[in-house]
């Protein structure tokens, strides 16, 4: 299994985007949320006490996960809350 | 797009007692970093509008209070200046209090519930800008620029166009059947609301369409539902793995979409025909507007301020036909009804 190299994060319709190459200021041992937190800083999107969730494929990744344990198949994510409209 | 943003003054949204100001206000609070949300409104719109290409390098914000009296301030204005050979080119966009009345109902409610006002009291909202200590602040602001691919109508999936208009600055085209679908939705639903992930895209066309002035259109084009979503009266949860799938369906489908928004109902019950119209209606539907947790989804789930929220429900103003579809998009810090076209696939 070949490790992740870079990374896209994206908001559910791919407006905003981050691209990220690993081992500068995220590495392989950050978490799958720590990366979440740093989208969501980077993007100034509000967390709205919010939970947040990254899909890759359309399979929601473990927020717990390392980087270092995902596949290079694994490097565009689709961040995305669990919200409600009133 | 990465612009400069300069600006000469803090700004407080203070909540008062009275419309003149007058007495110590309800609340007070620095709204000096929110400024920067409306320039990057006004630099999406100015995208989306094409009076500021999409790859512009170096853009200078500039953010300027338009006095009601000082220190009060009517309105801001934000100024995007670019270079075009050699000569600055200025594209300006006003802002009205409107981009604080969110703040200001959520923090009324908090004022309320805490007592500090009593429940019948009104409470006027107003911005207040002073000159900053240091001088004039420069910070850098890194904006995406709205994603829009360069494709024809037939492209876009557009074969003819139907009722409706548009906007000049930012035309929107709405499927014939999407509409359909949400409101025979909507009306099955009844009191509870119902949603899902619409599909649809930013097409840059060869020429802008008739009544537009610029050639990027937003095509909503489709509605999928998933049972993963549940509603009740007054709120609809969105499933993000519902929403994660529909992002691969788009993807699927092959017709460059995107989830590019939701809609979501505000119920509707048969009476409502008639309980919607004029005043002293005892309907207890929302109307068909943006409730202050549409702004929330919103803004977590589609945060780039080219996104629209449609929402069907009770039009209680309209004459003849009150189930409304309505679609709302950022215009002056604020969610705001515009018009749109419908089309045939
Ligand atoms: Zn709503
Ligand atoms: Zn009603």
Redesign the interface.
Known sequence: MKTLERLTLSDISGQKRLDIKLNGEISLTHTVGQVIDHFLDSKRIPRNRLRWSAFSRGVLLDNKKALGDLSEIDAQWRVVPEVSAG | MDATLVTDYGYRLELMPAPDGSGPPLFSRDVSAEV??LV?EALVASVLSEDVARDERAIRAEVRPVWSEPPWVAELEVRLEVERNGAAQVHSLRFGSEAWRRRALEETALLRQRGAVSQGAKVYRGLVAQRRAGGPAACALAV?A??VADVTLEQAGVRSLFAGSLLPERPVLVNRRLVEEVLAWTVQAGKV?T?GAVLGRLARLPAPLPGARTRIVTVLSAVLRDSRHAGKA????????A???A??VAELRGLGE?????F?SHGWQGKCADCAGGGGSDCSL?ECEP????Y??L??????R??LLPIAGRRPAAAGQRLAFEVFAWRSGALCAIPWQLYTD
């Open positions: 920067a949300d990057e995406d709205p994603l609301e949603g007054a709120h609809f949860d969105f499933s993000p793995e929403l994660a799938e992002a691969q995107a989830v590019i928004t939701a979501h929302p409730s202050l947790q549409d929330v989804l803004e977590s789930l589609f945060p780039g080219a996104a």
